[in-house]
């Protein structure tokens, strides 16, 4: 599939999505709410704990205002195509009606990965935005074009190494019916994301590295914003990023050949 067919395929699930969710607008005021308050508690929690000191393992208030910029726009991604799809992809699995998905003339995997859209977890996203130029414009950060760069690099990949993890999580499915528990605990260690990695214990700042990789697609990209990539790193994390996308599709490619459905 070509770059043009899937960002036309993907244009065409968004346009999908927006028609199925406008039929419930009160989903839209619904996530405002939550987001929200789900920004509130974060903002308040920082408040408390700056409150009694001026830094955190070396980052101040703007800084970790910023990374929490990061966790939410990189959520709302997430939860606006991501998990929906692999949700529905999991239920196919169970269903045995994948079939319908391997026999259009574009590539499976493509498929499964966008066709469910959460339109309105796109309030995340833009909170995201907002919180990120707001920590910028009250920490007088100017971004050079290093800056700039890393951070959109930092970003890409580290929704790389996230659409991986999960679609390697989400094809255990093949083998495993019940697997949606996964999917929960790795949401509930993506919540970890809201503070830098290096202030956890060692243990568990490699768990969150290299384990469930969320350090590279929350503290990394902030790290770029407020100053303090460096340039190994960000090779690593696309290196990583690479090194995911590759296995994640073998991986697929191999639990396809497992797959038994209603044609079988």
Known sequence: MGLMQLFRLLGTFFRIGILNETVYRANFF???LQALISLGSALILLQTIFSYTTT??????????????VYFLMGGVMNCVLQPSMNRFMGD???????YTLLKPADAQILVSVREVEIWRLVDVALGIVVIMVA??????KLNLWDVVSFLVAL?????????FILILSTLVFWYNKIENILVIFQSMYEAGRWPVT???GWLRMTLTFLVPIAFAITVPAQALTGRLVWPILLGAIALALTLVAVSRLFWRFGIRHYTGASA
Do not use: C
């Not at 890409?156 to 991986?164: E, L, R």
């Open 156 to 164: 890409v990949a580290g929704g790389m190494i996230i659409y991986s």
């Open 199 to 201: 202030i956890y214990p």
């Open 136 to 141: 910028l414009f009250e920490g007088g950060v």
């Open 56 to 69: 955190l393992d070396g980052w101040n208030a703007t800084e970790l205002l910023a990374l929490v910029g």
């Open 30 to 32: 619904m996530q405002i």
């Open 93 to 99: 699995v169970r269903d045995g009606t994948l079939d």
